[in-house]
């Protein structure tokens, strides 16, 4: 894979609980990576109308290298850096040459 195409970057984040001091469950998004990737838009997007609201929902490509450290695991959520953007992981497929990971991703619509 060119390094030349990786414009952008994504946050990896992994969902943890865990307690506070008063021993009260705090839920939230810890960071397992930051990675240069390629952020593909794909042509199909929907558009549903649900709990008062009109939503739109696209889906992404998201192209990155792999990583040796950890498995992507599809529980997580991709944080765009630089946009804001959060995109849920719907599927994982690692490449034939098994140097970069396509992650098929949702974005827009309802948020966990």
């Given at each position: 894979?060119?390094?030349?195409?990786?414009?952008?970057?994504?946050?990896?984040?992994?969902?943890?609980?865990?307690?506070?001091?008063?021993?009260?469950?705090?839920?939230?998004?810890?960071?397992?990576?930051?990675?240069?990737?390629?952020?593909?838009?794909?042509?199909?997007?929907?558009?549903?109308?649900?709990?008062?609201?009109?939503?739109?929902?696209?889906?992404?490509?998201?192209?990155?290298?792999?990583?040796?450290?950890?498995?992507?695991?599809?529980?997580?959520?991709?944080?765009?850096?630089?946009?804001g953007?959060?995109?849920?992981?719907?599927?994982?497929?690692?490449?034939?040459?098994?140097?970069?990971?396509?992650i098929?991703?949702?974005?827009?619509g309802?948020?966990?």
């Open positions: 894979m060119r390094a030349g195409i990786l414009r952008d970057r994504i946050r990896l984040e992994r969902f943890n609980i865990a307690t506070d001091a008063v021993g009260a469950p705090d839920r939230q998004w810890q960071t397992v990576a930051e990675v240069p990737c390629q952020i593909m838009e794909q042509s199909a997007a929907r558009e549903f109308y649900g709990t008062g609201t009109e939503t739109a929902e696209g889906t992404v490509r998201i192209r990155m290298r792999e990583f040796p450290a950890e498995k992507i695991d599809p529980a997580w959520r991709a944080v765009d850096v630089d946009r953007d959060i995109y849920e992981i719907v599927a994982i497929s690692p490449s034939r040459t098994r140097n970069d990971i396509t098929v991703a949702r974005h827009g309802i948020k966990r």
